[in-house]
């Protein structure tokens, strides 16, 4: 049922209609869609976080 949930929901349709269509309650469409939505935001921070300068000083090398 979840990945039919999240399928529909990616697809555009309101929490009510997803609930509809996957036959469930409107509770369980929105926890879904916190979850995906915290996963999203937690890969979002886990790519800011590796994807910055390859240099280990954050300010600039003060080794001169």
Known sequence: NRYLIIQ???GG???RKVA???G???DTVV???KILRNESL???LDIQKNVGSKNKYIF???DD
């Open 8 to 10: 529909l929901l990616e």
């Open 13 to 15: 349709l309101s929490i």
């Open 20 to 22: 509809e269509e996957a």
């Open 24 to 26: 469930v309650g409107t």
């Open 31 to 33: 926890r879904v869609s």
């Open 42 to 44: 937690r890969k979002k």
């Open 60 to 62: 600039g090398n003060n």
